[in-house]
């Protein structure tokens, strides 16, 4: 089952042509409504013709999930931030004008100055899927991404697997006091199985994680790294069912212990 199955469908407004037109994402695909012939639009534009906004970003969509280069400035960024967008495009203009790189720091110029504009066009939750096509098409071909680019995953992981964690842990009975204050270790490594370890015993309380970066397109961009008030270390498929691996936590003698189950989504 494709990682986008179930994904809600988002959309945002481009001013394009003097006329406000829609952008769909929807299914693993980026739709433009307005131009239902986009083939022949192209052909013109070969011609000499003007690019519409619209199809700007659509190229923008094909460049940043071909290349994944935004996924340095979108890793640490867990929601929109409207004063970071605001920065963003006045550091975008710098670079144009000025030539100062103050962004996308592992991305040569050129390259940054097109991921900039993928990263101040494109709205956050359009970038979350983007990022998710991303890792699904790289974890295809056996995790062969660049080192630098394997870092902000693994970072955009360990912050995001954390907060689906303590979300989890509020939602826990008997109730975890200041789950947040939990000392919490995720391992994100593409050769190791995801499992759990550690316990729920007030100060004593300790956890520690190990997932697949791939955790990123089959759990967070699906929405159910919390499902059912449970944390998911992973998804698999059986069949047509889509089974989620969770953390449920049983009482022992020194507190609470994780143990991992199957629940069928």
Known sequence: MPWHEGVPSTRFEVNCEGQEHTVVWSGGE???????????????????????????????????????????????????????????????????SEGVQDFLYDLPREKAL???????????????????TVVDAGDKRGWDFAPSLNRHLTEATKLRARRSLVQALTNQRPSVPNPALIPFNCVVEPLRVPSVDGRLSGRDSHIKICLHPRWLSRVWARGVS?????????????GEVSVLRQIEWLEAESGLHPHLISHQL
């Open 30 to 96: 980026l739709l433009l409504l307005d131009h239902p012939n986009i083939g022949s639009e192209k052909a013109l534009i070969a011609l000499g013709g003007t690019k519409p906004e619209c199809l700007k970003v659509l190229d923008l969509w094909e460049l940043a999930i071909t290349d994944g280069g935004f996924i340095e400035e979108w890793a640490p960024w867990y929601k929109a931030d409207p004063q970071r967008r605001w920065w963003l495009k006045t550091a975008l203009e710098r670079l144009r």
């Open 114 to 132: 097109r991921m900039g504009e993928v990263i101040t066009v494109l709205p956050h939750d359009f970038l979350d899927r983007a990022m998710a």
């Open 226 to 238: 919390v499902y059912g008030g449970r944390f998911t270390v992973d998804v698999t498929e059986q």
